[in-house]
């Protein structure tokens, strides 16, 4: 995968190194426009991407759909249900009151209760068929983040489950750090304290590192999510004073720009713009306020609105500059457009050469994503974070493979022979103001596409694994899942049967036929047309084409199959799908044919095909 590097705005440099980065600026300045970032898998000839992929699976709530224990019955439906998914990953998260209970001086545990023998019992059949987990805590109580007793607690935790059999793989502490709002609000040196002491009380617990390794940040990485721009963007954090930022452009013969800018609040004026003629004398540049743009994303669940920028006519000047000054809000650039009559040159800020290269100074733990830094730190066995696609809010599906392909270019580089995990995937919810989420699209028929969508532009991009969420629902009025958790709501009923949604039926093809050790490849694709092949362990093939247009579409394949035979699946929105007695999907024909030279494949509009030599 292509390499990228990360910017992040940082206080004004003193005037000799501003100069400095302007004549840098100049020398690798937006002379040329930027070419869309290739696919990872288009890094070598062959479509091969570079991953070692463990595969796709979910988050399991792991109690019981009805009373406190699985009962028989509950019991082998999940089992039988994931059984059939064969997934590659799960995650299973413990609440804190299930086995401990105290304060930072001490408290007493409890690996008796039945919330706790219930999560280990589905740890442990996860354990026992292979199947890698990933554990942590929802949250810590009453407990003081950077405590070393709570790093103890989770220690004590991890060294039970491992003596009984049930050791997770990777063990991300507390669930999405980064976004925990309050007197709970954490700093990234927060998380580098407590990991610190995680890794400490791992040792002093006697834990096995190399069945359960320390893993994480487990962020939420939003700011990825919401967008255009590298990882992390180009962001100038708050700050009360002493805290301008600048980024500076060459503008030759350009005379308009539009700017795209994100900002945590409704009322910002931290940013203006100016012009230059020689790099060194700057005089402001009169350009309209912007009305702003509530979003639906950004760091905590929200809070973020987009401003665009635009001014025309720009007259005498070879340089542009954007500048944020001091503000106790934080902004993040997403673009910026170059124009003239002739000439129209896009940057997304995903390429340093364009912008002022001075100010990359090449370390990755300065104001950068935790999910990088983290990655960086040398404490982690893997590096793993959640991201949700922005789709049900208006973004284009096909916007995550280039995001997500530079970010993961980017966590390997921190952290190379690492796995890279998203512990939590799937369509970002609107969220009300008293927290709750609505997960009525979980629900409806297109699903099964974004999904798959998803699922496909997440292993094209590199990715090792990805835990979608939720298998069936975290609470009575959660109904985010595959299927629900139980009928103890009698108001929703429908929203809570354990009837298979939509989506089990592709996202079950393609946990069950996109295995641990395949091969991920990524062939070209069609506008609005989603593809991927994997080399099976077994020596076997699996393709899935994701058709996100109105009309049906020609996909041609050239992978060196040789002569195969392949079972064939198809969902297509609306449509009821071919399933057995149980709800798993059934083939609808098979296909023997050889991609070697080049075969042609069709996908129906609005449909997801799966071919796959494996039963």
């Known amino acids: 995968m292509r390499s990228r590097s990360l910017l992040r705005f940082r206080p004004a440099l003193p005037a000799g190194r501003a100069l400095c980065a302007a004549l840098l600026s100049i020398a690798a300045a937006l002379g040329i426009g930027l070419a869309a970032p290739a696919p990872s898998g288009a890094a070598t000839a062959d479509d091969v991407v570079s991953s070692h992929w ?70 442990k059949h996860y354990v026992d068929e292979g199947v890698p987990v990933v554990s942590g805590l929802f949250g810590i109580g009453d407990l003081t983040y950077t405590a070393t007793n709570t790093a103890t607690v989770q220690a004590t935790l991890v060294k039970h489950l491992q003596a009984d059999a049930a050791a997770p793989t990777y063990w991300v502490g507390v669930n999405e750090p980064n976004v925990a709002t309050g007197p ?96 060194t004398t700057w005089k402001n540049l009169a350009v309209t306020a912007p009305t702003p743009v509530a979003m639906v994303t950004g760091k905590n669940g929200g809070g973020m609105w987009s401003y665009t920028y635009t001014a025309s006519g720009i007259t005498g000047a070879k340089y542009l500059r954007l500048s944020v000054a001091s503000s106790t809000i934080e902004h993040t650039v997403g673009s910026m457009h170059l124009a003239n009559n002739s000439t129209s040159i896009d940057d997304p800020l995903d390429d340093l050469t364009q912008t002022q290269t001075g100010l990359n100074t090449g370390t990755w733990n300065d104001n950068g994503s935790w999910w990088l830094r983290s990655a960086q730190s040398g404490l982690l066995g893997a590096g793993e974070a959640h991201f949700y696609s922005q789709e049900l809010y208006g973004a284009a599906p096909e916007y995550v493979e280039p995001v997500m392909s530079r970010a993961v ?143 049906a579409q020609t996909v041609r394949l050239s992978e060196p199959t040789g002569s195969i035979t392949l079972n064939k699946y198809v969902y297509t929105d609306g449509v009821t799908p071919t399933t057995d007695a149980n709800g ?32």
């Open 54 to 123: 463990i595969g796709l699976g979910y988050n399991q709530n792991p109690q019981p759909p009805n009373g406190t224990t699985w009962n028989t019955a509950d019991w082998n439906q999940m089992v039988s249900r994931t059984d059939y998914m064969k997934p590659g990953l799960v995650r299973v998260m413990f609440n804190l009151p299930w086995f401990w209970s105290g304060t930072d001086a001490g408290g007493s545990y409890d690996f008796t209760t039945a919330a706790y023998q219930s999560a280990e019992k589905v740890i």
């Open 184 to 279: 709970k609000s954490y700093s990234y040196a927060d998380w580098n304290i407590a990991t610190t002491n995680l890794a400490s009380a791992f040792a002093t617990a006697g834990v096995d590192t190399a069945r359960t390794a320390i893993s994480g940040a487990d962020t939420a990485e939003a700011g990825i999510s919401s967008y255009g721009g590298d990882l992390g963007h180009q962001t100038a954090p708050r700050c009360n004073s002493g805290c301008n930022s600048g980024l500076v452009w060459k503008l030759a013969s350009l005379n308009t720009f539009t700017a795209q800018i994100y900002a945590a609040g409704a009322t910002d004026t931290a940013v203006t713009f100016q012009t230059s003629s020689d790099g």
């Open 409 to 551: 270019s980017q966590i390997r580089t921190a952290a190379p022979g690492r796995p890279v995990l998203l512990g939590e995937t799937g369509m970002k919810a609107a969220q009300y103001p008293d927290g709750s989420k609505d997960y009525r699209f979980a629900l409806d028929t297109t699903q099964p596409l974004r999904m798959a969508d998803l699922a496909v532009q997440e292993a094209r991009s590199g990715v090792d694994g990805a835990a979608a969420w939720c298998l069936d629902g975290y609470a009575s009025t959660t109904f985010c899942g595959m299927w629900g958790r139980g009928t103890d709501d009698p108001g929703t009923v429908s929203a809570h049967s354990t009837a298979l949604r939509p989506w089990f039926y592709t996202w079950s093809l393609l946990t069950r036929y996109l295995p641990t050790g395949s091969i991920i490849h990524a062939p070209a694709e069609p506008t609005g047309v989603r593809v991927l092949a994997a080399r099976l362990p077994s020596g076997g093939w699996t393709f899935v084409l994701v058709n996100r247009t109105s009309v």
């Open 584 to 615: 798993f999907p059934t083939k609808v024909g098979t296909l023997t044919a050889n991609f070697t030279g080049g075969h042609a494949l069709t996908v129906g509009a609005d449909s997801v095909q799966v071919f796959t030599t494996a039963s």
